[in-house]
């Protein structure tokens, strides 16, 4: 069974960067898409960027233009740069991955937009 496990997040003033990783071990069979979701504070969890197997990217509206999600397939690695932070980027970001049959969730990681 896959277990992903993010890193990358933190504390960040608005305007910075911040680059999200997310290690996928096991052996995946049939991937459709992996993708980074978020939860904010009393909020429902969203769907912030996707990747499709093919390579097919899409954004939120409110990412589009500031955040870039990429795989390394060769590190088993999922990305997601994000420019231009803002303080409602605030969440915890969770890595998704979606096979076939199976969908699994990382654990999350904590990304705060202060000053």
């Known amino acids: 069974q896959v277990q992903l496990v993010e890193s990358g997040g933190g504390l960040v003033q608005p305007g910075g960067s911040l680059r999200l990783s997310c290690l996928a071990s096991?052996?995946?069979?049939?991937?459709?898409?992996m993708a980074w979701y978020r939860q904010a504070p009393g909020k429902q969890r969203e769907l912030a960027a996707i990747?499709?197997?093919?390579?097919?990217?899409n954004y939120a509206d409110s990412v589009k233009g500031r955040f870039t999600i990429s795989r390394d397939n060769a590190k088993n690695t999922l990305y997601l740069q994000m420019n231009n932070l803002k303080p409602e980027d605030t969440a915890v970001y969770y890595c998704?991955?979606?096979?076939?049959?199976?969908?699994?969730w990382g654990q999350g990681t904590q990304v705060t937009v202060s000053s």
């Open positions: 096991g052996s995946i069979v049939s991937m459709r898409s």
């Open positions: 990747i499709t197997s093919g390579g097919y990217t």
């Open positions: 998704n991955l979606q096979e076939t049959f199976l969908t699994t």
